[in-house]
T-cell receptor
Framework: DAKTTQPPSMDCAEGRAANLPCNHS???????VYWYRQIHSQGPQYIIH???NNETNEMASLIITEDRKSSTLILPHATLRDTAVYYC??????????????FGTGTRLTVIP | NAGVTQTPKFRVLKTGQSMTLLCAQD?????MYWYRQDPGMGLRLIHY???????AKGEVPDGYNVSRLKKQNFLLGLESAAPSQTSVYFC????????????FGPGTRLTVT
């Protein structure tokens, strides 16, 4: 499985866009990039995933570089409720059996009023 | 649409006692998972189920049993609790085989004394 590297912490002003980077230089051609977050004392929350094209949903946008070696999660208008640890993980598709999630250390995003 | 719910939210057990954690999902997902999360250890998969009536072992199954009698419910049992089982337990569900898009419950905080 490809490893990921994320900055340990970031701050973002409330109302501004939060751009969270992730490096996954050893990603294989069929591996997807997934983003999760975990707000303090809550369960992990799925945000978005993608393969090579940029993706957008109601929560965030995912920008994947053309060489797929890095990606950026964008929260367009950060609020205080977005303060959480954000995890970028890389996984191959269609593994049978346990689709186990291994979270690394992630990025602790603090949204500042 | 409640998503994934877990009961109880908190529990304190004495060593040797037993209990059952209940997970319920209303999203008609085939896959369900039980994880534990300990400080500095990330998520570890205990058991999972790929459909009603089926269960399988994950990464750390010892000391736990599970049952999936109904598609919407996944039960985690501790037959004889040990202090090493003090943890936060998360249930998750997923729709597609091979997808790492999982939806988590709020967690059960268990302390074994």
């Amino acid at each position: 499985d490809a490893k990921t590297t994320q900055p340990p912490s970031m701050d973002c002003a409330e109302g501004r866009a939060a751009n969270l980077p992730c490096n996954h230089s050893t990603i294989s051609g069929n591996e997807y990039v997934y983003w999760y977050r975990q707000i303090h004392s809550q369960g992990p929350q799925y945000i978005i995933h993608g393969l090579k094209n940029n993706e957008t949903n109601e929560m965030a946008s995912l920008i994947i570089t053309e060489d797929r070696k890095s990606s950026t999660l964008i929260l367009p208008h950060a609020t205080l409720r977005d303060t959480a640890v954000y995890y970028c993980i890389v996984r191959p598709p269609y593994q049978t059996g346990a689709n186990n999630l291994f979270f690394g250390t992630g990025t602790r995003l603090t949204v500042i009023p | 649409n409640a998503g994934v719910t877990q009961t109880p939210k908190f529990r304190v057990l004495k060593t040797g006692q037993s209990m059952t954690l209940l997970c319920a999902q209303d999203m008609n997902h085939e896959y369900m998972y039980w994880y534990r999360q300990d400080p500095g250890m990330g998520l570890r998969l205990i058991h999972y189920s790929v459909g009603e009536g089926t269960t399988a072992k994950g990464e750390v199954p010892d000391g736990y049993n599970v049952s999936r009698l109904k598609k919407q419910n996944f039960l985690l049992g501790l037959e004889s609790a040990a202090p090493s089982q003090t943890s936060v337990y998360f249930c998750a569900s997923g729709l597609f085989v091979g997808s790492y898009e999982q939806y988590f419950g709020p967690g059960t905080r268990l302390t074994v004394t």
